[in-house]
């Protein structure tokens, strides 16, 4: 599992509030992902990382930010949490040429 | 958007071979070709990936063609437990290194 936590796994939150959800890593990996998973859709991508303060916009980045102060934690925000960011979200990290994914975290809007 | 072009499901029998194809006609010199799988909902595992030459590890073989616009997953014995969705990725690996997912093929092996 290349040392990856996720946490919380689950979360239930009310719109409108913000919710931040931690990724953590053990092996002091540079690069580290954050993926939403949704019904009928692949994982897409909604930010990354390269290194320490060094992060950038994926595909799907709108209503999300992210903070890594830390080489082994990888934040992501949601400032004002909608029902549209109901969803299953993954973190990833690259090792290599490969990239490995935590067990997910699943969000529920209401 | 993906690169690549799966079909939505297929079947296998346990115990043949699973051969799961990949369409990525647009494919650049510098991408690689890269597979995942999912099981259940948990996060995907890499499974194999190559850029010309095909590959074989101890989970699956690579087939991509010549012209490398597509390629084949091939799992020689499936089991039960190869039941999971499959990705096809194309990626170039450099320092941003961003995996842009498709939908998929959901390999589903019966008794």
């Known amino acids: 599992d290349a040392g990856i936590t996720q946490s919380p796994r689950h979360k239930v939150t009310e719109t409108g509030t913000p919710v931040t959800l931690r990724c953590h890593q053990t092996?002091?990996?540079?690069?580290m992902y954050w993926y939403r998973q949704d019904p009928g859709h692949g994982l897409r991508l909604i930010h990354y990382?390269?290194?320490?303060?060094?992060?950038d916009k994926g595909e799907v980045s709108d209503g999300y930010s992210v903070s890594r102060s830390k080489t082994e934690d990888f934040l992501l925000t949601l400032e004002s949490a909608t029902s549209s960011q109901t969803s299953v979200y993954f973190c990833?990290?690259?090792?290599?040429?490969?990239?490995?994914f935590g067990q997910g975290t699943r969000l529920t809007v209401v | 958007d993906a690169k690549t072009t799966q079909p939505p499901s297929m079947d296998c029998a346990e115990g043949r071979a699973a051969n799961l194809p990949c369409n990525h006609s647009?494919?650049?010199?510098?991408?690689?070709v890269y597979w995942y799988r999912q099981i259940h909902s948990q996060g995907p595992q890499y499974i194999i990936h190559?850029?010309?030459n095909n590959e074989t590890n101890e989970m699956a073989s690579l087939i991509i063609t010549e012209d490398r616009k597509s390629s084949t997953l091939i799992l020689p014995h499936a089991t039960l437990r190869d039941t999971a969705v499959y990705y096809c990725?194309?990626?170039?690996?450099?320092?941003?290194?961003?995996?842009?997912f498709g939908t998929g093929t959901r390999l589903q092996v019966f008794p």
């Open positions: 647009t494919i650049s010199g510098n991408e690689y």
């Open positions: 190559g850029l010309k």
């Open positions: 990382s390269y290194g320490v303060k060094d992060t």
């Open positions: 990833a990290i690259r090792r290599d040429t490969e990239a490995f």
């Open positions: 092996e002091n990996h540079r690069y």
């Open positions: 990725i194309v990626r170039v690996v450099d320092n941003t290194d961003k995996l842009i």
